[in-house]
């Protein structure tokens, strides 16, 4: 029995973590440790690899010691080998040459593993040409006799994940082609009886992808443990080799992977490929191992005192990344970058408060994108929050400063949240969370690119030719995450780090019960094609009614069509089976859906039958209007002959002031001079 276990996207977390139940949720590089040497006794045919993104976006122990903490604690697990992650080139490539090399050790500790990347060109060699800073692949002689190569490979994709040129000079390659061939030739050359793949990227997307040639797939940077096989897998997938096992850790040490091969080396050939999950409490048994253990203390005491530095004080709810749930398992914490969360409305509120133009004047708008926040933002029991947390919060150090869009190219942006699914990307949607002052409207159904249905500015409709300025951080406004409609504003740095402005904002906002926003900034509304008839009932869809997580989860939601709202509950279910394709709803900025069957009641009084008249939707949760008839989001209304039925009594929308919500409507419609009556082609 080969025993191949396998760890993914550790970011530096080389500390136990404990929930307030005390139950173990990550391991810690100690007990990891511990756990491996205690395997490998067991079944000397044990091995571990790494799947990349062993360091970066890091906790405050081991980033505020530029992760040398990290490697340092790495090496003692005795890793085969490691994938190239994106974040291992967070630094840039000269510092991830140094790692490798050692060549400046009073900077940089010395991986003691070899990375491998053979979809990736370009990295040039070290020791006098004799060794590639990334590998294509690692053989390892397992004493059972059998040959059992890892290729290790990364998603095309990573250049759009990083800070423009960082990656200039490499080149990234389709992975899948570069592993299948690999494969199959390293079985016909005889150097090789068993190949895993070991792929920096999503597992389920990839594991019917790996030709037959390949016996196990490791993968990881979706930081979602998975494990398939053909064994006792709970869901099955298709894939070209029948025994195919496949697994991801996770990440953070919540887990450990394993792949258990069957050899049977009379008819050379795999019997048997399971793939299992270990939890960070079953690897938490094993205990401590001491010179692991050593590292981790020394880290701990180097950093414990800059981050103890208490940076705001009075806090007393916390804010929140966003979460789903795969089905039959519970929510992991910062899993869903595809939805508005009150951690990230947090901080683009505090981009729009901190950041200024080189004219003094504050920015239009604050926008920071999900995948930049890697912690969640909770005070202590005192209210207190520290420097080291807000270091977990913003690990990365980049620079604040905004461009200059017209509302057309801002619009653009918020149309590439939604990212083509393939072999390099399996997040469907990339959420840009934005300050308070911004909300717009979305139809889930639309083609790509044409998705937003509305967006508003303090009130107001946005204007395609006016100018706005955007505030956010060095890395989304010069066009990472593929949004490059941000590239068409010149970068304007302001010369501070995201995190020292966070800081600030957090002091200057203490005692002042901050608190998550209630209402969200993003809709999902999907309205029926062509003109209705006055008085015709229509069904509204709605999503995005709530955050993933609380307080802010509205139970109900009230739609009016010029007229008479109806009520219905909404659906605040996380569980999602499709998080990784176009059927997505939760990640995809979905959570709490309804359908409200409403009536469409338009302004026909003195109109002629067959006259289109464009009719306000208004929508409102438990905490207020989240879409409001000033956004312009209307339903083409045909009047009739005869009179619309009567009203039966509705609902009253909170904090209009009214009880009449039609006299309402009229009003705001009346108010801009003439009733709009058109036709209205929806795209």
């Not at 080969?2 to 993914?8: E, G, K, P, S, V």
């Not at 990234?172 to 150097?191: M, R, V, W």
């Not at 089905?327 to 969360?341: L, M």
């Not at 990230?344 to 995948?371: E, P």
């Amino acid at each position: 029995m080969l025993n191949l276990y396998t760890l993914t996207d550790v970011h530096g977390h080389i500390e136990q973590v404990k929930d307030k139940s005390g139950k173990v949720t990550e391991a810690g590089l100690s007990a990891m440790s511990c756990y491996l040497k205690k395997a490998r006794t067991d079944n000397p045919n044990s091995s571990f690899t790494l799947l990349g993104d062993n360091i970066g976006a890091s906790p405050y122990t081991s980033g505020s010691l530029k992760d040398n903490p990290t490697i340092a604690a790495l090496n003692t697990l005795d890793p085969l080998a490691s994938t190239i992650g994106n974040h291992e080139f967070d630094m840039g490539q000269a510092v991830f040459k140094q790692r490798v090399d050692g060549s400046n050790p009073a900077e940089y500790v010395q991986v003691g593993f070899p990375y491998l990347g053979a979809n990736v060109q370009g990295m040039g060699t070290w020791d006098s040409g004799t060794k590639p800073y990334l590998g294509d692949y690692k053989v390892w002689d397992s004493p059972a006799g059998v040959k059992v190569a890892f290729i290790g490979a990364i998603a095309e994709d990573v250049p759009s994940k990083l800070s423009p040129g960082v990656t200039d000079g490499l080149t990234f390659t389709n992975p899948i082609e570069k592993i299948n061939n690999l494969a199959a030739s390293l079985k016909s050359d005889g150097d090789a009886q068993v190949v895993i793949a070991m792929l920096d990227d999503d597992v389920k997307n990839n594991y019917p992808k790996v030709s037959a040639d390949v016996d196990g797939i490791m993968g990881g940077d979706t930081h979602v443990p998975y494990e398939f096989d053909k064994v006792d897998s709970a869901e099955k997938l298709d894939s070209q080799n029948s025994l195919l096992a496949g697994v991801a850790s996770g990440s953070y040490t919540d887990n450990l992977g394993l792949i258990r091969i069957s050899y049977d080396t009379a008819n050379n050939k795999v019997v048997k490929a399971d793939a299992q999950i270990i939890s960070a409490a079953t690897v938490a048994d094993c205990g401590d191992d001491a010179v692991t253990q050593a590292i981790v203390d020394d880290a701990v005491s180097k950093s414990e005192q800059a981050g103890n530095r208490v940076v705001g004080t009075g806090y007393q709810q916390r804010f929140n990344r966003g979460v789903f749930a795969a089905p039959d398992k519970d929510p992991v914490a910062g899993s869903n970058r595809g939805i508005e969360s009150s951690l990230g409305d947090f901080v683009a509120d505090m981009f729009k408060d901190k950041i200024t133009t080189t004219s003094g004047k504050g920015v239009d708008i604050g926008v920071v994108v999900a995948g930049d926040l890697r912690a969640d933002l909770v005070p202590n029991e005192a209210g207190e929050i520290t420097y080291k947390q807000t270091y977990d919060v913003l690990p990365w150090s980049n620079e604040l400063g905004y461009v200059t869009l017209t509302g057309a190219d801002f619009k653009l942006a918020l149309e590439q949240q939604w990212k083509a699914l393939s072999e390099q990307n399996s997040r469907p949607l990339l959420k840009l969370n934005l300050s308070s002052n911004v909300h717009y409207t979305y139809d889930p159904l639309a083609e790509v690119g044409h998705r937003i249905t509305s967006v508003t500015i303090n009130g107001e409709p946005l204007n395609d030719t006016t100018e706005y300025t955007i505030g956010s951080n060095s890395y989304i406004l010069t066009g990472g995450d593929s949004f490059d409609a941000f590239k068409k504003g010149a970068f304007m740095n302001s010369g501070y780090l995201d995190r020292d402005k966070f800081n600030e904002y957090l002091g200057e906002h203490s005692n002042k019960n901050a608190a998550p926003r209630a209402l969200k900034s993003s809709i999902g509304i999907t309205l029926p094609e062509g003109p209705v008839e006055n008085g015709a009932t229509v069904d509204i869809a709605l999503r995005g009614l709530s955050f993933s997580e609380g307080p802010s989860i509205t139970k109900k939601v009230r739609v009016a069509i010029g007229g008479e709202a109806s009520e219905e509950n909404v659906d605040n279910s996380l569980v999602e089976a499709h998080s990784s394709d176009e059927s997505s709803v939760i990640t995809t900025d979905g959570a709490g859906r309804a359908t409200v069957s409403v009536v469409a009641n338009g302004a026909c009084e003195g109109k002629e039958s067959g006259e289109i008249v464009a009719t306000p939707v208004v929508v409102e949760t438990d905490f207020g209007p989240v879409v409001e008839a000033s956004a312009g989001l209307t339903i083409p209304v045909k009047c009739g002959d005869v009179p619309a039925p009567a009203s039966k009594p509705h609902k009253q929308l909170a904090k209009t002031g009214a009880n009449d919500l039609p006299a309402l409507l009229g009003t705001v419609l009346l108010g801009a001079g003439t009733m709009l009556v058109l036709a209205r082609k929806r795209h």
